[in-house]
């Protein structure tokens, strides 16, 4: 029996108060709903719909190139209604697996569970873990059978008082789901078309709708303001965590983590505390993270040390560096083996060729920087002419002391020597000393100013 997702996702999310569709809102650095698509995913399903609305193309665009069917929903006219858009995309010979896409927590075995169960005609996820306010709750009769779901603010005070409810994922045979969905009208507070009417339908029609239940609260956690995103942030982080912990990576504090894309560690590394790590980031053997330091689409090679307060972006870093205090490498940064960054160094666009040193100081914008180069402090690569962005290249074994400001284009040849506070605007010959400033003088006659006054 072949199985298609649904995922719901047109609605507006009024609590988040916020332009940005609710199903937008990042968890762990990804939208809501890309955790849905991936839970979906893990069940290989034939095909996964995803019913849009509210800041439509905003969503679309956020998963361009992924293999999604997209459903409009121009006016959002309740949960019955949504599915019902999707329905010529379905295969009425097999199963339909419908998902919020503002409960990004829901786990595989319970997905699995209730596709399982779904083969039957319908089967729903239910949980009684947690206060059910706001919840469809779920109706039973004597023989414990479901009848029928009733919405919070359609419910009765004893109506209320049940503790199950339905966590807005059901699977059940597209055939008998399209024609309950026919007989479902908007008689109801809401004015909506409710998909949980079909629970009452096919329990009308004799059929045993059947409960799976929820392993744990998060799971069923759905996100309908930023209170509710911040608790499954922070329950994300705990179980991200958890698993490096497991795979022998020593946190300081592992509630004091914050990682928002891939983390991947070799052995032995080890990292302080209040460090982000965004977009996908690898870290080699031993390398030590120090504190309050952001690391997004970077690898770092084995045995490197990058120390407190460093800002790391689209970077490559070879083996053995040492990088930091307060050091920036930005977007194309990439340093060889035994680089030092100190420092207050900002590298953009840059090559850094082994054992070279920019310890204090200084900024390094597209150049390319040859082995064993000492980068002395305050030293500028003057890269941008008010137009166009322009090369230094600095050779093997140079020494540029300290305040030089390098005046791109402009090449440091091989052995060159800089005296301190140079401006070089010309390229300079191999294995020489280049000095460009004034030079000092003293004045003997002189006498300070007489006080007047
Ligand atoms: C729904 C259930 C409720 C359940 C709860 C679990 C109904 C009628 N009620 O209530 O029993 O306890 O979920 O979280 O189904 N959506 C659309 N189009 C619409 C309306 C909603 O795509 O016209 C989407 C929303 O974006 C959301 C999902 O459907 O992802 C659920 O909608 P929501 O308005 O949150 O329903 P609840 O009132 O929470
Ligand atoms: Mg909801």
Request: one cysteine or more; hydrophobic letters at 40%; charged letters at 25%.
């Amino acid at each position: 029996m072949s199985l298609h997702v649904v995922i719901l996702a047109a609605g507006q999310g009024k609590r988040m108060h916020s332009t940005l569709p609710k199903v937008l809102h990042p968890l762990a650095g990804r939208p809501l709903l890309a955790h849905v698509v991936d839970a979906a995913r893990r069940l290989a399903p034939r095909r996964i719909h995803v019913v849009y609305g509210h800041g439509g193309t905003q969503v679309v665009a956020a998963f361009d190139g992924e293999d999604i069917d997209w459903v409009e929903q121009t006016e959002q006219l309740g949960t019955g209604h949504a599915l019902m858009q999707a329905l010529p995309g379905l295969d009425h010979k097999g199963k339909v697996l419908v998902l919020n896409g503002d409960v990004p927590l829901v786990g595989e075995k319970t997905l699995a569970a209730l596709a399982e169960a779904g083969r039957g005609g319908l089967a729903i996820l239910s949980c009684d873990l947690i206060d059910p306010t706001g919840y469809g709750r779920v109706l039973r009769d004597s023989q414990d059978r479901v009848l029928r779901i009733v919405e919070h603010k359609d419910a009765t005070p004893d109506e209320l008082a049940i503790r199950e409810w339905y966590t807005g994922a059901l699977c059940g045979s597209v055939a008998r789901i399209a024609a309950w969905l026919a007989r479902v009208t908007n008689q109801n507070t809401q004015r909506e078309y409710y998909l949980t009417d079909v629970i009452g339908q096919a329990a009308s029609d004799g059929l045993e709708v059947i409960c799976v239940k929820a392993g744990d609260a998060w799971e069923v956690a759905g996100v309908n303001s930023k209170r509710e995103l911040a608790d499954l942030e922070r329950e994300m982080q705990r179980r991200v965590a958890q698993r490096l912990l497991e795979e022998g990576v020593t946190l300081a504090d592992p509630a004091r983590l914050d990682v928002r894309g891939e983390l991947v560690c070799a052995r032995d590394v080890s990292i302080d505390v209040n460090c982000v790590f965004e977009g996908r980031v690898t870290l080699g053997e031993r390398v030590r993270i120090g504190p309050n330091c952001v690391l997004r689409n970077v690898s770092v090679a084995a045995d490197c040390e990058v120390h407190a307060f460093s800002l790391l972006e689209d970077a490559l870093v070879g083996e053995r560096c040492r990088i930091g205090p307060y050091a920036r490498l930005r977007p194309g940064a990439r340093l060889a083996e035994e680089v030092h960054i100190g420092n207050f160094v900002e590298i953009k666009a840059s090559r850094i060729g082994a054992g070279s040193k920019a310890n204090h100081l200084s900024y390094v914008g597209d150049a390319e920087i040859g082995s064993k180069v000492n980068i002395g402090a305050g030293t500028i690569t003057c890269n941008y002419d008010g137009s166009a962005k322009h090369r230094t290249v600095i050779e093997d074994e140079c020494f540029v002391g300290s305040d030089a400001t390098l005046v791109a284009p402009v090449r440091i040849a091989r052995g060159s020597y800089i005296g301190a506070g140079s401006t070089i605007s010309k390229d300079t010959p191999a294995g020489q000393l280049t000095v460009a400033r004034a030079r000092q003088i003293s004045v003997p006659s002189w006498k300070p100013p007489k006080k007047t006054g």
